[in-house]
């Protein structure tokens, strides 16, 4: 850790409350400057300790969960007898290059959008959704899990350090904004569950069925005043507004259009629109859109379309909400024996201009790359690349990506990331 730097001024930090209570008695004004010198001496010190807290680097952690037992390469899910655990990986943005942490044995995997780790706003605990698990009957086949992993990111190392228990297979996680509410979607379960934090642990509070499993209820994510959750309901190609009160989550009977098969949602950081992508109807070479919803109190609109490119996959907001990176299939996870099939998949970088998105880029990445997110400073954007079990570094620079040329090796096949504060 660095030496904190006092240079600068802090002039957000918390000044402390110092109350002087009058004395009765006639001070001289020279006894009066005397008396006050050691408070002034008490104020300073507890200034320059607010500012070391402001100033003093932290982790600024970005977690990548990387899975072993399925394997997509073949361009069908197939089962791995024997692979080593599943783990994840923490890279901690603050230095560049990232320093890095391997932690063993946490369950997750491939099989849902890679927004299943979310780190409170706090940056105190990761949630990891377990979303299968093997069956022992059919050594090639699979069953839902229900397991949400805690692990506590204050610890050194960090460690899991408690589960619970959410819906079939739980799959995309959201954490509200004041962090205190979880809301997980259960693919398999045609549901949400609803937790609070309690500590370092989950507490359940309901688990709300508002469609057939069939439709896959893919994602999830909180408006910023945590009173709504819009649910992505997949195949039935919609998104579901429900309503967070003390008891948990109610779905309204409110269904929000969006282009094709929603897999991924995620607010902007104003409250003021809610983005959805995923593949279209078809199957070939089609471009496929990101969807703009206007959020106006607690109503919501489609307005617009932005084309992206074929199969998105996820996508990011940078922490300002000016930017949006989408990661695409582009034809990279149909098999290589397949016709059409590309060896590479795609970046789109889309930038947010007032109400307006705007594809800017588009640049090539590894092939089948799950997740992406920017790095907590929204300097550079993470890529995991499925196959090549690794996770590629891009610069943001003058409204463009850059390719740092950098690549961090994963123990297994990355799958979900997220990032901290």
Not at 139 to 157: M, Y
């Amino acid at each position: 850790m660095a030496a904190p730097d006092f240079s600068g001024q802090c002039p957000d930090a918390p000044v402390p409350l110092i109350r002087w209570r009058p004395d009765s008695r006639p001070v001289r004004s020279e006894d009066r400057l005397l008396t006050m010198l050691p408070r002034f001496t008490v104020l300073l010190g507890a200034l320059a300790s607010s500012c070391v807290v402001l100033a003093a680097p932290g982790h600024r952690w970005v977690i990548s969960a990387n899975e072993n037992k399925l394997d997509l390469a073949t361009g069908s899910q197939r089962v791995l007898p024997g692979a080593r655990p599943d783990n994840l990986t923490l890279l901690d943005f603050a230095v560049f290059p990232p320093t890095v942490l391997q932690i063993d044995a946490v369950p997750n995997t491939v099989l849902g959008p890679p927004s299943n780790v979310a780190v409170t706003p706090d940056g105190r605990l990761a949630l990891v959704a377990d979303s299968i698990v093997l069956d022992p009957s059919r050594p090639t086949g699979w069953a839902p899990g229900r397991r949400i992993h805690v692990v506590d990111l204050g610890l050194s190392p960090p460690a899991v350090v408690a589960s619970a228990e959410g819906g079939d297979q739980p799959s995309g996680i959201a954490i509200s904004r004041d962090g205190t509410r979880v809301a997980v979607a259960n693919r398999a379960g045609g549901s949400v569950s609803s937790f609070v934090i309690a500590g370092s642990r989950l507490q359940p509070l309901n688990t709300v069925v508002f469609t057939v499993a069939t439709n896959e209820v893919s994602d999830v994510a909180f408006s910023p005043d945590g009173r709504r959750v819009l649910a992505a309901v997949t195949q039935a190609g919609h998104l579901r507004v429900l309503d967070w009160n003390a008891d948990g989550l109610v779905a309204r009977e409110r269904r929000i259009s969006t282009y094709g098969k929603p897999y991924r949602v995620a607010c902007t950081p104003d409250g003021r629109f809610v983005l959805a992508s995923g593949a279209g109807h078809g199957n070939a070479d089609d471009t496929d859109a990101l969807t703009v919803i206007a959020a106006e109190g607690d109503a919501f609109r489609t307005v617009d379309y932005v084309p992206l490119a074929s199969g998105p996959e996820s996508f990011d907001l940078s922490p300002d909400g000016r930017w949006i990176a989408a990661v695409l299939m582009n034809r990279s996870n149909i098999g290589p024996k397949t016709a059409g099939y590309r060896d590479h998949g795609l970046i789109v970088l889309v930038e947010r201009s007032g109400d307006k998105f705007v594809r800017r880029q588009e640049l090539p990445t590894g092939a089948i790359p799950e997740g992406v997110v920017f790095t907590p400073d929204g300097r550079y954007v993470v890529v995991q690349c499925h196959p090549d079990r690794e996770l590629r570094l891009y610069e943001l620079t003058r409204g463009k990506l850059r390719d740092t040329g950098r690549r961090i090796p994963v123990p297994g096949m990355p799958s979900g990331i997220g990032r901290g504060p």
